[in-house]
């Protein structure tokens, strides 16, 4: 049986494996493919108006991103086409609403992996609130 979106059972029950898989990675619940979504949405129009939380914050609402990443070589075909479709637009907006300084910014306050993905190598361009502050500091020590 296929749902209006051209799913299947099995396409649902890729989403459920990755979520449990990924909890049992060290996430601290089941989250679902549309609740990391909806989180990365939420970060990239917070960015774009000016994220103004503290950088602990800021970095812990990254997490998301990675969320995705992880779960992405875990969905069937179908799931990974319409996971791309939505996140594939929210990464073009940050990448807009940020720039690419290598991770300088964030890796003064927190470690920055190879392994981790492209956003955590950009700074937001629009510098406000406490995030702004301690960026700000970055680049004035240099």
């Known amino acids: 049986m296929v749902d209006e979106r051209g799913l299947s059972a099995e396409d649902y029950a890729s989403m459920v494996h990755a979520g449990e898989v990924l909890h049992a990675k060290g996430w601290r619940k089941v ?5 990391m979504a909806e989180q990365w949405a939420w970060l990239v129009a917070k960015v774009e108006s000016g994220y103004d939380d503290m950088v602990d914050e800021y970095t812990n609402d990254l997490y998301c991103r990675d969320w995705l990443a992880e779960a992405r070589p875990m969905l069937t075909h179908p799931v990974r086409v319409i996971w791309h479709s939505e996140i594939h637009p929210l990464d073009e907006r940050f990448r807009a609403a940020t720039v690419d300084d290598g991770g300088r910014a964030i890796s003064r306050y927190h470690r920055i992996a190879l392994k981790e993905g492209w956003w955590w190598r950009r700074k937001p361009r629009n510098l406000t ?4 502050s301690y960026f700000v500091e970055v680049l004035d020590d240099d």
């Open 129 to 132: 609130g406490s995030l702004g």
């Open 31 to 35: 989250f679902t493919v549309s609740e």
